[in-house]
């Protein structure tokens, strides 16, 4: 059975950081790309954050590159998220999955709150 659980959420002030990761099992991790999907209040979700099998390379959204940085590790079956210099606009709940979302991992998991305020 596949899953996906996300962790490392909370409450920072603008500025601050958080580290998120995501724990996958079920699947043969390591042959696919992953990445960092969220969902504002009122929003789509949106993919910012995406890593190729291996971490040969990374892409970012616009509105998070610089500030973001995606990493996995196959041994753990882990993907990580850093997320510094953080904005009330990135308050969001965050999922992982695979890019593109795979058939067997289309139910997603329970995601992390986010939420950036002073």
């Known amino acids: 059975q596949v899953q996906l659980v996300e962790s490392g959420g909370g409450l920072v002030q603008p500025g601050g950081s958080l580290r998120l990761s995501c724990a996958a099992s079920?699947?043969?991790?390591?042959?696919?790309?992953m990445g960092w999907y969220r969902r504002a209040p009122g929003k789509e979700r949106e993919l910012v954050a995406g890593?190729?099998?291996?971490?040969?390379?990374?892409n970012y959204a616009d509105s998070v590159k610089g500030r973001f940085t995606i990493s996995r590790d196959d041994v753990k079956n882990t993907v990580y998220l850093q997320m510094n210099s953080l904005k009330p606009e990135d308050t969001a709940v965050y999922y992982c999955?695979?890019?593109?979302?795979?058939?067997?991992?289309?139910?997603w998991g329970q995601g992390t709150q986010v939420t950036v305020s002073s």
């Open positions: 999955n695979a890019v593109p979302i795979l058939t067997i991992t289309r139910t």
């Open positions: 079920g699947f043969t991790f390591s042959r696919y790309a």
């Open positions: 890593i190729t099998s291996a971490g040969r390379s990374t």
